[in-house]
């Protein structure tokens, strides 16, 4: 059963993306990190701080995955809408829909911040 979604509006949220080490170079997410992979995606997938931890995100990513956070004022004022659509295993999952080109992708890779990896993880930090 899918929920409706829900328009998220406070700016003040922190949204996390998993990312690719090799949309990371020299310690800044690349725009790709943000494109969205064909027409079936209605947006691009990322999750509501408040309702997850990094290391859980983390534990439902691939191998080779990091995370990056950034606030939900940065989409807002691309005129992106963040809408809250939970999914089963993860009441976290939000997507940023509206336009995607180069030049927003480019603007939401540049306002990320790396998200330090818990002391857990072996995997090398994206330095390429």
Do not use: W
């Amino acid at each position: 059963m899918s929920l409706p979604l829900v328009e998220i509006t406070d700016e003040n949220e922190i949204l996390y993306r998993r990312v690719f080490y090799k949309h990371i170079k020299r310690k800044r997410v690349r725009l790709e990190a943000f494109k969205l992979r064909g027409p079936h995606e209605l947006g691009v997938s990322v999750s509501l701080a408040r309702y997850t931890t990094p290391e859980a995100i983390l534990a439902r990513g691939l191998p080779g995955q990091t995370l990056v956070m950034l606030q939900a004022q940065v989409p807002f004022a691309l005129n992106l809408k963040i809408l809250h659509a939970p999914e089963e295993d993860d009441p976290s999952h939000c997507l940023l829909v509206g336009d995607n080109s180069d030049d927003i992708c480019d603007q939401l890779a540049a306002a990320c911040e790396l998200v330090p990896r818990p002391p857990s993880s072996l995997e090398p930090v994206g330095s390429g």
